[in-house]
T-cell receptor, first 113, second 117 residues
């Protein structure tokens, strides 16, 4: 069974640009979660999608947004990039919300120059 | 590889010994707990989980203990191997909170496990 896959592995942008990160969940998982892991910090919850809808978001500005497609894959968009957006962005999926563990991909390393 | 965290507590263990990693959780309403392992340059990997109606659960070479009285969780790794080197962190979820419970997950900051040959 394929795990959660994320692309690209690394992404380098400059301030003010826009970034798009992609995630494919484990087959059969309908919930997708996005997290930011900045260096020296723990995982910070960004967004949760289930059945194509945004269900909850963390304490991040509106320039962090995303969507979930009919095949349950998801993308995270970050507009007007700032230096402090440099981090590892992790996607996770779960079989059903809260009922089982979230399984993570290996993340996208976003670097802002 | 890249560091998961720069100022994590570190546990140094002799290869072959048992490791015990501790976690104090914060939310009394949490009733589902997970241990993750994160190797350098990779995403967190699920190790084992436990629900609040249990005190102990065993997996392959790993055991999780839950003490709800003092809100404490521990992960025991038997016969620690070099491949166990990673950052380990716990996660707590208030499952009984309903539909949005998984998005209320709280992650611990982690402990770095270092293996001495």
């Amino acid at each position: 069974e394929a795990g959660v896959t994320q692309s690209p592995t690394h992404l380098i942008k400059t301030r003010g640009q826009q970034a798009t990160l992609r995630c494919s969940p484990i087959s059969g998982h309908t919930s997708v979660y996005w997290y930011q892991q900045a260096l020296g910090l723990g995982l910070q919850f960004l967004l949760w999608y289930d059945e194509g809808e945004e269900r909850n978001r963390g304490n991040f500005p509106p320039r962090f947004s995303g969507r979930q497609f009919p095949n349950y894959s998801s993308e995270l968009n970050v507009n007007a990039l700032e230096l402090e957006d440099s981090a590892l962005y992790l996607c996770a999926s779960s079989l059903n919300n809260g009922g089982g563990p979230q399984h993570f991909g290996d993340g996208t390393r976003l670097s802002i120059l | 590889g890249e560091s998961v965290g720069l100022h994590l507590p570190t546990l140094s263990v002799q290869e072959g010994d048992n490791s015990i990693i501790n976690c104090a959780y914060s939310n009394s309403a949490s009733d589902y707990f997970i241990w993750y392992k994160q190797e350098s340059g990779k995403g967190p990997q699920f190790i084992i989980d436990i629900r609040s109606n249990m005190d102990k659960r065993q997996g392959q070479r790993v055991t999780v203990l839950l003490n709800k009285t003092v809100k404490h969780l521990s992960l025991q790794i038997a016969a620690t191997q070099p491949g166990d080197s990673a950052v380990y962190f716990c996660a707590e979820i208030p499952v009984s909170a309903g539909y949005s419970s998984a998005s209320k997950i709280i992650f611990g900051s982690g402990t770095r496990l270092s293996i001495r040959p």
